[in-house]
Nanobody
């Protein structure tokens, strides 16, 4: 399975942006998928994930502003981001995991820059 993240770019504070993560294979068997982000000079942090059943979790700083979803028929996961802040600036990475004892599949990352 290969993951391809896209949709990043430059957006003004308060704006919106949508990220996509397309899988080369079926995501039906992926128990969990999600998004990490890594700001310059900082660690990579998990910000949102979604289970096979559609149960979601969000890190506090993005809760209420970001929405994660998955479309198994299109082998795609999404992250809709609204009310963006400069502190959301980071490289965003998608991942997928079929089973907890297996390593994650990773996308290549897409840059999101929030600046006026």
């Amino acid at each position: 399975v290969q993951l391809q993240a896209s949709g990043g770019g430059l957006v003004q504070p308060g704006g919106s942006l949508g990220l996509s993560c397309v899988s080369s294979g079926s995501i039906v068997d992926m128990a969990v998928m999600g998004w990490y982000r890594q700001a310059l000079g900082k660690e990579r942090d998990l910000i949102a994930r979604i289970s096979r059943a559609g149960i979601t979790w969000y890190e506090d700083s993005v809760k209420g502003r970001f929405t994660i979803s998955r479309d198994n028929a299109k082998n795609t996961m999404y992250l809709q981001m609204t009310s963006l802040k400069p502190e959301d600036t980071a490289v965003y990475y998608c991942y997928a995991n079929a089973r907890s004892d297996l390593p994650n599949y990773w996308g290549q990352g897409t840059q999101v820059t929030v600046s006026s």
